[in-house]
């Protein structure tokens, strides 16, 4: 790996665990302005506060989240988008790297969808992407799920360990995907991925036990992490549901 991925993978991880919590808060393409994302800068305060690593937003929304005080926090830039209103599992480049880059983005990340309508695309946009992170020496996040009419369960461990095998086939240096529902058939997808992977927060749950106790298990079996998104921005206290999170991921 180039130095200058490494140099902003650090920025964006635990120095000491080599561990990341990532707070996801690019919903409001797909899902409207949601209760916890509507003052983004407040937001990002408070995970920051918390302890998370890096928020995750889409490039107009940069401006609106920079706060130019409190703790310093990663930024990854989401270059990919897609509403309800067409076909969800369907999404397209919006964002460039270079447009990235002049953001001040530490890492970029890409949505593809397995199965998704334009499955084709998605795979292909993420190869030239991962080209042009190699170039630039800017890091990728593939999210990778399955999800699509041929699709009969997202969370099936065959669907899930392929779809983060092809993130990382495409060049991906971390993987974001669904977490299978239990320990063993989770193990397999680690074992199938050369790269990182990182556990997605998925809808908000109700139950705070069950969910820390889904991360506990899926750092068990080798996760390098979390992208939590509802479960952490639509908390009552945002800030002490991300230093929940942080302990449970770095073990702390």
């Keep these: 790996m180039e130095i200058g991925k490494k140099i902003r993978l650090e920025r964006i991880m635990d120095r000491h665990t080599n561990k990341v919590v990532i707070v996801p808060m690019d919903h409001g393409m797909s899902s409207g302005p949601l209760k916890g994302i509507v003052n983004i800068a407040e937001t990002i305060n408070k995970v920051a506060e918390g302890g998370a690593n890096a928020v995750l937003l889409h490039k107009g929304i940069v401006k609106n989240g920079h706060r130019g005080y409190g703790k310093d926090i990663g930024l990854i830039i989401h270059?990919?988008?897609?509403?309800?209103?067409?076909?969800?599992?369907?999404?397209?480049?919006?964002?460039?790297?270079?447009?990235?880059i002049a953001l001040g983005a530490d890492a970029i990340s890409v949505h593809?969808?397995?199965?998704?309508?334009?499955?084709?695309?998605?795979?292909?946009?993420?190869?030239?992407?991962?080209?042009?992170?190699?170039?630039?020496?800017?890091?990728?996040?593939?999210?990778?799920?399955?999800?699509?009419?041929?699709?009969?369960?997202?969370?099936?461990?065959?669907?899930?360990?392929?779809?983060?095998?092809?993130?990382?086939?495409?060049?991906a240096d971390i993987i974001k995907t669904n977490y299978t529902g239990s320990k063993e058939t989770f193990k397999d997808v680690i074992e199938g991925c050369p790269v990182p992977v990182v556990v997605a927060g998925g809808p908000k749950l109700d139950s705070e036990e069950k969910f820390l106790n889904m991360i506990t298990d899926a750092i068990d079996c080798g996760a390098t992490g979390v992208a939590i998104g509802r479960n952490i921005f639509q908390a009552k206290d945002i800030a002490e549901a991300t230093r929940k999170i942080c302990r449970v991921v770095n073990k702390k």
């Design 112 to 171: 593809v969808n397995i199965g998704g309508g334009n499955e084709s695309e998605m795979l292909m946009d993420t190869g030239k992407i991962s080209a042009e992170c190699e170039e630039y020496g800017m890091p990728l996040l593939a999210m990778m799920y399955a999800r699509g009419k041929n699709i009969t369960d997202e969370y099936d461990v065959k669907y899930i360990k392929h779809a983060a095998r092809i993130g990382a086939e495409l060049g």
């Design 79 to 100: 270059l990919s988008a897609g509403t309800p209103y067409n076909d969800p599992t369907s999404k397209f480049l919006v964002c460039s790297v270079k447009e990235a």
